[in-house]
């Protein structure tokens, strides 16, 4: 599915944003690009399933359902999305808000593990249509 690596292609460049923001000293604009990246991941995980939906709250609703609950990926990925979107939410929204390098930093290795494990999902459960999907 073109979607889908589209979908992951972005999602990689964001982590790759997100790097170059955190060296200029912009983290709240590298939080945003890590969630941003885990989103995308997650929606092209979704669609792998032929699952679209129309907000945030229901991608990361839908990636706990249909991923988490089922045990097919670990409680704590839920949990590192909803972080993120957290994060994102204040970073972006509450002027009074300061996100530190540090923090930065380990959402940045967080995404990055995020979407290494879906690239990995995709390549082992849906084999050769996703083959060429290259990992971070």
Same mark, same amino acid.
Request: glycine letters at 2%; one cysteine or more.
């Given at each position: 599915?073109?979607?889908? #690596?589209?979908?992951?292609? $972005?999602?990689?460049? *964001?982590?790759?944003? #997100?790097?170059?923001?955190?060296?200029?000293?912009?983290?709240?604009?590298?939080?945003?690009?890590? *969630?941003? #990246?885990?989103? *995308?991941?997650?929606?092209?995980?979704?669609?792998?399933? &032929?699952?679209?939906?129309?907000?945030?709250?229901?991608?990361?609703?839908? +990636?706990?359902?249909?991923?988490?609950?089922? #045990?097919? +990926?670990?409680? @704590?990925?839920?949990?590192?999305?909803? $972080?993120? +979107?957290?994060?994102?939410?204040?970073?972006?929204?509450?002027?009074? +808000?300061?996100?530190?390098? @540090?923090?930065?930093?380990?959402?940045?290795?967080?995404?990055?593990?995020?979407?290494?494990?879906?690239?990995?999902?995709?390549?082992?459960? @849906? &084999?050769?249509?996703?083959?060429?999907?290259?990992?971070?």
């Amino acid at each position: 599915m073109k979607e889908v #690596a589209a979908l992951l292609e $972005r999602a990689r460049k *964001y982590l790759s944003s #997100a790097a170059s923001l955190i060296a200029l000293s912009d983290y709240e604009s590298a939080v945003s690009r890590c *969630y941003y #990246a885990m989103f *995308y991941a997650a929606e092209s995980l979704l669609l792998s399933k &032929g699952l679209t939906f129309s907000s945030h709250k229901a991608v990361i609703s839908a +990636f706990g359902e249909h991923f988490v609950k089922t #045990a097919i +990926f670990p409680k @704590e990925m839920s949990k590192e999305l909803n $972080r993120a +979107f957290e994060k994102r939410q204040v970073s972006d929204y509450e002027y009074t +808000f300061v996100i530190s390098k @540090e923090e930065s930093e380990a959402l940045l290795k967080s995404a990055t593990d995020f979407i290494e494990k879906i690239i990995r999902y995709l390549k082992l459960e @849906e &084999g050769e249509k996703y083959e060429n999907i290259v990992g971070c």
